[in-house]
């Protein structure tokens, strides 16, 4: 009964790898969007048809690829029980979600031009991110810190030593509260001899 217990409780429990498959279908979906509003700002149909609307317009299509294509790449992850940084993920969703939108929109061949569009430039893009995440992570931590740094510093956000803006110890504090009567001490005498002159 003991074994059968922990089988149900090995089904029911999530893999960890299906953590954060909402991060990354959601970031991806909402950057795309803000991308695609991006290029509505400059496009060359944004006289024609008006800058909201061209915009508008863009962001709900690059937000609507995004979307499908991250959807059916964690759909693929998890029916292959592979690992979110797989690559023949991206491919074969690329494949999938390309089939499916360009059927909608351009016919059998739309089909075919937009799947082999949409797996390499999907793969090109998930290779690109795998390799520039350790950079942003590293470039993360040295603005934000980590947990137990940011503890010590008294903030999440670490500012750089060349910053004009300077979170100040209890020491420096205290300096610059000094400074700053010995300065109002100055003005007031300065004000009060001009007042009896």
């Not at 008006?50 to 959807?71: E, H, M, P, Q």
């Not at 029980?81 to 690329?94: F, R, W």
Request: glycine letters at 10%; aromatic letters at 8%; proline letters at 3%.
């Amino acid at each position: 009964m003991a074994t059968d217990d922990k089988t149900l409780e090995e089904v029911t429990s999530p893999s960890s790898s299906s953590k954060g498959w909402k991060e990354r279908i959601l970031i991806p979906t909402i950057l795309a969007g803000i991308a695609g509003g991006g290029f509505g700002l400059v496009s060359k149909h944004r006289k024609a048809h008006g800058l909201a609307n061209i915009s508008g317009t863009y962001a709900t299509n690059f937000a609507i690829v995004a979307g499908c294509y991250c959807g059916a790449r964690e759909f693929v992850r998890a029916t292959r029980e592979s690992t979110p940084d797989d690559l023949m993920n991206s491919a074969l969703a690329g494949f999938g979600s390309g089939a499916i939108l360009g059927r909608l929109q351009g016919g059998h061949k739309g089909q075919v031009r937009y799947s082999i569009i949409f797996t390499v430039v999907g793969t090109a893009v998930d290779f690109a991110t795998l390799q520039l995440k350790p950079a942003l992570e590293s470039y993360r931590e040295s603005m934000i810190g980590s947990n137990d740094s940011s503890q010590k510093h008294g903030g999440w956000l670490r500012l750089p030593e060349w910053s004009p803006i300077q979170v100040l110890d209890e020491e420096a504090l205290a300096a610059k509260k000094a400074r700053e009567q010995k300065l109002y001490a100055q003005r007031n005498e300065h004000s009060l001899s001009k007042e009896k002159s």
